[in-house]
């Protein structure tokens, strides 16, 4: 675990933000590199990236400032802007790169949901990627689990922080590798060419959601709310929710 990579003159170089950047980097290649069969939505796919970056992080700021973090940035607005010292949700972002991406294939006048399919494996490889940044930041982190197994985060971090040296449950870690599994699933799934169209970034959104579900029950930074389930969960049953309405919508209009 390493927050800073380097340190010069006073400016330190802090690996989370080298991380997601290198995240958003492969994703987008991944999935231009997978498209390679549809070239017309390629060159969409490179046109909307910045938007849709530029979206996600609005969103994933937003959604960690209100739905995580209220109470402190309530008293420290200013920390707001500050994202290189962590604080992004997934969640949040996705949101912030649906609503960008409807925005722009309005605007384009093209097939959302064709897009969509084409950016779902390079979006959940690119979380998974991610999660990485968050180990690294020791943020993200589970609970203890009061035996020997676990991760030690070091002073300074987040974690450390909560827990002090306990060993705790690799939560971050084995979401990333959810992400990973999820990813080989979607090019599995992408290789059939029946499939209605936004099916894939729909079963996407519903695997993801399923994984996140599970493991926020070992999740050492988050609150309970509304029937002990937190902010993540919640998020994630609206995204199993409106993903199944979707599908049905999609499945009813290729029918009639």
């Given at each position: 675990m390493?927050?800073?990579?380097?340190?010069?003159?006073?400016?330190?170089?802090?690996?989370?933000?080298?991380?997601?950047a290198?995240?958003?980097?492969l994703?987008?290649?991944?999935?231009?590199?997978?498209?390679?069969?549809?070239k017309?939505?390629?060159?969409y796919?490179?046109?909307?990236?910045?938007y849709?970056?530029?979206?996600s992080?609005?969103g994933?700021?937003?959604?960690?400032v209100?739905?995580?973090?209220?109470?402190?940035?309530a008293?420290?607005?200013?920390?707001?802007l500050?994202?290189?010292?962590?604080?992004?949700?997934?969640?949040?972002s996705?949101?912030?790169?649906f609503?960008?991406?409807?925005?722009?294939?309005?605007?384009k006048?093209?097939?959302?949901w064709?897009?969509?399919?084409?950016?779902?494996?390079?979006?959940?490889?690119?979380?998974?990627?991610g999660?990485i940044a968050?180990?690294?930041?020791?943020?993200?982190?589970?609970?203890?689990?009061n035996?020997?197994?676990?991760?030690?985060y070091?002073?300074?971090?987040?974690?450390?922080d909560?827990?002090?040296?306990?060993?705790?449950?690799?939560?971050?870690i084995?979401?990333?590798?959810?992400?990973?599994?999820?990813?080989?699933i979607?090019?599995?799934?992408?290789r059939?060419?029946k499939?209605?169209?936004?099916?894939?970034?729909?079963?996407?959104?519903?695997l993801?959601?399923?994984?996140r579900?599970?493991?926020?029950?070992?999740?050492g930074?988050?609150?309970?709310?509304?029937?002990?389930?937190?902010s993540?969960?919640?998020g994630?049953?609206g995204?199993?929710?409106?993903?199944?309405?979707c599908l049905?919508?999609?499945r009813?209009r290729?029918?009639?």
């Amino acid at each position: 675990m390493a927050q800073f990579l380097f340190t010069i003159n006073g400016f330190s170089l802090r690996s989370y933000g080298v991380i997601v950047a290198l995240a958003i980097v492969l994703g987008a290649a991944v999935a231009y590199v997978l498209a390679s069969e549809e070239k017309e939505y390629r060159d969409y796919l490179l046109d909307l990236l910045v938007y849709a970056v530029i979206g996600s992080i609005i969103g994933a700021r937003l959604w960690q400032v209100f739905f995580y973090e209220w109470g402190y940035y309530a008293v420290h607005p200013i920390e707001i802007l500050k994202i290189w010292h962590g604080g992004l949700a997934v969640q949040g972002s996705l949101v912030g790169a649906f609503l960008v991406g409807g925005l722009y294939t309005h605007f384009k006048k093209i097939d959302f949901w064709r897009l969509a399919d084409i950016a779902a494996p390079g979006l959940i490889l690119g979380q998974g990627i991610g999660r990485i940044a968050c180990f690294l930041n020791g943020d993200a982190y589970g609970t203890p689990t009061n035996s020997g197994f676990g991760l030690v985060y070091p002073l300074g971090t987040p974690a450390y922080d909560v827990y002090g040296n306990q060993p705790l449950w690799p939560a971050e870690i084995w979401e990333g590798q959810w992400d990973i599994i999820v990813f080989v699933i979607i090019l599995i799934l992408s290789r059939w060419r029946k499939w209605t169209k936004g099916t894939l970034f729909l079963t996407y959104i519903i695997l993801y959601s399923l994984g996140r579900f599970a493991l926020e029950f070992l999740r050492g930074d988050v609150t309970s709310h509304f029937l002990n389930l937190s902010s993540g969960q919640w998020g994630s049953i609206g995204g199993i929710v409106v993903a199944l309405l979707c599908l049905g919508v999609l499945r009813f209009r290729r029918k009639i």
